[in-house]
């Protein structure tokens, strides 16, 4: 039950907001006066106090005061008032460029005035450009304000004395009535962080009075932002959180494994061409015992590259196929989906089952092939593209979602999949898979509708790639260390980067590489792979190179994700400077697959950053994939290790994850005793930070 809350009124209510005034403001995403509440000054000026003339320096926003010694217009260049005020510690220009016949006269010599401005270096030392000025009565009548002013970010039309006086007239309402700003958070928790409550947070950031610091405010160290960030942070916690218990409350298959299924277990574990590994073993116990529950699997295998994840997944598999549900295996590329389709083909030879393959380009009879075999269950296994979870995809009876390399995929991609394979209240069981280490603070809110696990060990016997970082004059020396490479009977990658985010240009150069390279390598066999290549070209390629036909694959990023050749043990990749650490990893995984020395040699263009240059060195020294997140994350902030700039999720009104990851452990353990201490704050706090019911309410 909810009673009526006087902030969800239309801003259109409030004193001086007509209807054009409204239309900006919901420009600006400003729609309510909880709205209003909740958008908070980029900045702040500080008018509450007079600055002697003599201590000003440029760069500073300040109130003084003085008389004006002369006004004058200046005809040289663009015609401009300028008037000179002293307060007798010294003096300073004022300039106008815009001025009316009656502001000049209003500037006579002798008139007492403040101004609000800018200080900046002018032509003839300390200048105000367009100073906010008033005539006062004489130097000492200067008026401060109490508090410092706020400044908020702004649309066209829209002037900052609109959007203040809007403000004050909703933060006056919440004073008023205290009921309104209902506080979520317990006052043990507010006095254990020394957060203020949600009132005071808020009339301090909007009207912050003398007690509190500038400097604190700008770089939001302040209490009161600490905690707004730390409630918005915990609801999305709490709300992922959520999902996840309403998850585990529907039906799902049980996969208990009986006789037969261990039989099949067995032959398959012993099947395979190697051991797994203690953290591949503890993985695989896990899942085994999230599907012998009668309620969905929801969990994430964290895994370096090259960790070994794939076989873990098909394990999974195996255990859906044996209790008689289908699986389905989405990988966001064909190339990647191309080679699970050719793994779990071969490790699943012996099974009485059909692994059938579906993406966006399978058309015509070849595609009804598939669909029909999903749709009577001949087909156990069916691996794909996202193309899996269009509507023409029906299953017979799904009971396992695997999602390869799930970072490309956005959370809400994640949770609208769930809905595909839902019979009655039956929903199968979910397993999804990232080689993007996220640091672990950081996997427990973008992750906490997930369980997790962690294959935290490489297959025995992996040699560290040996990385170096190279200018591009050395071509002709990397060129000659293909030729010696490709004696020694080993095949290697070149990859292009990135250029400018266009896909074509960034093929064109792939192909002109590839060109060069053949006419600089006689005898190598050089071939090229990239994203506007037909799949079974593409796949085509990938078989040969795999077979060893071709010894120099020339390759844009699409081989980013996942793709195994364990005798390429060299890569080179240009410009690495235009790519993230992580993904940057990830491309470098390809090699050092089998048990050889590897290397990967990042050859970028002259001149570099000083931060590019660390980033690299950063790769250059770690071979550990959660050390290079960190540092990524310390880089370059989270939005590019976490790879959100592709798929958009987790947009925050006020918490900024690079300034606030310090809250994401408190956000955790709070988070946790929220459900058996404080349940009935968590839809009131969805409803403030995310307004209306959202996908993930809805679930
Ligand atoms: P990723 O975790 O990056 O998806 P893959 O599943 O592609 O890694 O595995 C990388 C390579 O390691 C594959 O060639 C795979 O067959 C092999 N592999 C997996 N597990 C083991 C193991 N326990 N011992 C040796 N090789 C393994
Ligand atoms: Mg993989």
Redesign the pocket.
Known sequence: MKTPNALNQPVGILTGIGAQTANRLQKLGLCTLQDLIFHLPLRYEDRTRVYPICSLKPGMSVLISGKVEFTDILPRGRKSLICRISDGTGFISLKFFHFSASQHNALKPGTSISCFAEVRYGFAGLEMVHPEYKVIANPDGCITETRLTPVYPLTEGLGQNIIRKAVRQALDLCRQDPELLTDWIPESILKQYHYPSLADAIQTLHAPDESVSIEALQNGSVPALKRLAFEELLTHFLILRTTRNKTKAWQAPSFSVGAAGKTATNHFIRS??????GA?QRVIAEIEADCRLQHPMMRLVQ???????????AYAALLALTAGYQVAVMAPTELLAE?HKR?FSIWFEGFQTQVVYLTGQLKGNARKTVLQALEDGTAGIIIGTHALFQDSVHFHRLGLIII??QHRFGVHQRLALREKGQQGNIRPHQLV?T?TPIPRTLAMLQYSDLDISI?DEL????KPIVTSVIPAERRADVIDRINGWVGKNRQVYWVCTLIEESEVLQCEAAEKTAETLTEALPNVRVALIHGRMKSAEKDAVMQDFKNHRIDLLVATTVIEV?V?V?NAGLMIIENPERLGLSQLHQLR?RVG??GDDSYCLLMYQAPLSDTARHRLGVLRDSNDGFVIAEKDLELRGPGEVMGTRQTGQMHFKIADLARDADLLDTVQQIGDSFFTHSPQAIQPLCDRWLGAPTEYSEV
């Open positions: 395979l061409p190697f051991k797994l590994t591949q895994g370096d590259v090259g960790s070994g994840k794939t076989v873990v997944s080679q793994n390869d390399e898979m080689a294959i297959p025995p016997g992996r996942g195994d364990p995984g697959r089998g």
